[in-house]
Structure formats: structure tokens, C-alpha cells
């Protein structure tokens, strides 16, 4: 088992299974999909990154954590480096396993970073450099997956367990590749 540093969630696991089986939603999902089966806890990497972003005149330093597995999910922003109340430490076998170098990370995160500032105006942006240092350590984001299905089907959802969000396609496929691969 691996022993991790995640952030603490604010979703335990009675409430993530309260809202996976109740609502209108769950009668279309049950319909759909079958009866909620079990809930399980997933932790997924997530290099921090410290980001300065020049614009213009303009200095602003961020905390943006991107995915360390394949950097396809959505970054995750911070005010700051999560300090040791806003973490756990814990051992578990449902982590995936940080895959990409910190070389690839950086590059993947100064394009995402310049992809997000263009979307807020593209007119606005001028001179634009960004600068990525590493910030110290992995921190693993916590998940709660529903599993339903009816006789050998089987199907999930995802809910961010620090958000409080429901997870859509992109971490619905990295899950269903750590729980297909051969470890």
C-alpha cells in the first residue's frame, strides 16, 4: 500500500453515498445504469506548480495543480500551498500512480495556464510570459466513485471529494484505465 499526502475532503463517505442514491437523479441513474452497489474512496496525483504570469505590466503569482498521470484533467487552483491542516496522511492501494515527468508537467501546464487566460480575453493579454517552478511534493486529490450496475455490468460515477462536484468524462476514463491495468 502506498502511503499518501491528500487534501482533506470535505465530503466522508455517508454523505458521498447519500447523494449518489437519492435525488431524481438517481432513480434516471438507476433506471439507466442499475441500483448504487458501493462507494470507494480514489486519490489522483497533482503536481503543484508556484506560476508567476507576466502581462504586460501586469505581475500575478498563482498555485495551480495539474494532474501528474496524464495532465488531461482540469488544473486545480490554490491561494496557497496547502499548509498541514488542509492535508491527510493515509495509506491506501486506490492511487494512481504519478506518470508524467516534471519537464512534460511544466510544459503541458504553461500551455493550459496561456490557454485560460486567453479565454478571458484575448485582447487583453500582451507580452505574455509565464514561469512554472515546482512546488515541493505530490498532493493527491480525493474522489468518491459510485459503482452501479446490474448483473455482470457494471458502471460509475465520480464526485470530487474536496469540491463537492460531480467529475465528468476525463476522470471517468482516467479511473476506468487504473482499474483495467495490470499492476
Given amino acids: 500500500m502506498a502511503r499518501i499526502r491528500s487534501l482533506r475532503p470535505n465530503v466522508n463517505r455517508e454523505e458521498a453515498t447519500e447523494y449518489f442514491s437519492s435525488g431524481l437523479l438517481d432513480i434516471l441513474r438507476t433506471t439507466a445504469s442499475g441500483p448504487l452497489k458501493s462507494v470507494a474512496d480514489f486519490y489522483i ?10 502581462n504586460g505590466d ?3 503569482q498563482r498555485v495551480f495543480g495539474l494532474d501528474a498521470v496524464n ?3 482540469d488544473l486545480y487552483t490554490f491561494e496557497q500551498l496547502p499548509g498541514e491542516r488542509e492535508v491527510i496522511y493515509l495509506e491506501t492501494r486506490n492511487c494512481s500512480e504519478p506518470l ?10 504553461a500551455a493550459r495556464v496561456q490557454r485560460l ?3 478571458t480575453g ?3 493579454v500582451r ?10 511534493g505530490e498532493i493527491y486529490i480525493p ?11 457494471a458502471r460509475f460515477v465520480v464526485m470530487d471529494a474536496v469540491r463537492r462536484k460531480m467529475e465528468g468524462a476525463k476522470v471517468r476514463l482516467l479511473l476506468q484505465a487504473w482499474l483495467t491495468s495490470i499492476r
Avoid: T
Wanted: aromatic share 16%; no cysteine.
Fill in 127 to 136: 507580452n505574455l510570459k509565464i514561469s512554472a517552478e515546482p512546488a515541493a
Fill in 143 to 153: 474522489y468518491w466513485v459510485g459503482f452501479r450496475g446490474r448483473g455482470v455490468q
Fill in 58 to 60: 501586469k505581475r500575478d
Fill in 122 to 124: 484575448f485582447f487583453r
Fill in 71 to 73: 495532465g488531461s484533467l
Fill in 117 to 119: 487566460l486567453f479565454s
Fill in 45 to 54: 496525483p497533482f503536481r503543484l506548480f508556484q506560476v508567476e504570469i507576466l
Fill in 100 to 109: 508524467l515527468d516534471e519537464g512534460e508537467a511544466k510544459r503541458i501546464l
